[in-house]
């Protein structure tokens, strides 16, 4: 099966300051990578998402890239704010109504 | 448009007591998706219902979890007898089905087992 690695667990950044994000996945058949946002007690939300004919994706202060042949992709947030702390997750798919495969997460804390 | 629904929020029983959870997807949402989260960890799958099929049940331990949408609609997921090691959050989750992807989460079914 799929296994996807989140890279770092935790991240630190002055408010302002831009955070990077890292997974990997196994599987070479994947092709739907969504970045969700949890805050604590909450449910997962969508923040962007890419497929895998997409190198790169942009909403706002949001970005992901996607390399497909090396198997990696990465949530760019600029100009963090505090409301930006939360837990980021990636996660990876064979797409259509399969069932996501997720990393271990990230806990992002913006420090005003 | 409501969200996904999940009740109830927080359940606390003994050990080898029964529990269930309840979720109703997203108006119109074919795929339904049952998670587990544990803490400090994402969101692992237990089963996915294509309407009401079970098209992937391969991570749920049928020894003693089962699962049901038996109108396409609503789902219930049981526990029974309960362990101490099943004290998690249980997320369900739907999507549109026919080629669209986006999954959305309900807020989780918190489970403490004694």
């Known amino acids: 099966g799929e296994n996807v690695e989140q890279h770092p667990s935790t991240l630190s950044v002055q408010e302002g300051d831009s955070a990077v994000i890292k997974c990997t996945y196994s599987?070479?058949?994947?092709?739907?990578f969504p970045w969700y946002k949890q805050e604590l007690g909450k449910r997962p939300q969508l923040i962007i998402d890419?497929?895998?004919?997409?190198g790169e994706k942009k909403d706002q202060r949001i970005a992901v890239t996607l390399n497909k042949t090396a198997k990696h992709f990465s949530l760019h947030i600029t100009e963090t704010q505090p409301e930006d702390s939360a837990v980021y997750f990636c996660?990876?798919?064979?797409?259509?109504?399969?069932?996501?495969?997720f990393g271990t997460g990230t806990r992002l804390t913006v420090i005003p | 448009e409501a969200g996904v629904v999940q009740s109830p929020r927080y359940k606390i029983i003994e050990k080898k007591q029964p529990v269930a959870f309840w979720c109703n997807p997203i108006?119109?949402?074919?795929?339904l998706y049952w998670y587990l989260q544990n803490l400090g960890q994402g969101p692992e799958l237990l089963i996915r219902?294509?309407?009401?099929?079970?098209?992937?049940d391969s991570q749920l331990p049928k020894d003693r979890f089962s699962a049901e949408r038996l109108k396409g609609v609503d789902s219930t997921l049981k526990i029974q007898p309960a362990e101490l090691g099943d004290s998690a959050v249980y997320l369900c989750?739907?999507?549109?089905?026919?080629?669209?992807?986006?999954?959305?989460f309900g807020p989780g079914t918190r489970l403490l087992v004694l």
């Open positions: 989750a739907s999507s549109p089905g026919s080629g669209r992807e986006t999954q959305y």
């Open positions: 599987d070479s058949a994947s092709n739907y």
């Open positions: 890419i497929r895998s004919n997409v």
């Open positions: 996660a990876a798919s064979l797409g259509g109504a399969n069932n996501l495969f």
């Open positions: 108006s119109g949402h074919n795929t």
């Open positions: 219902y294509e309407n009401e099929e079970a098209v992937d």
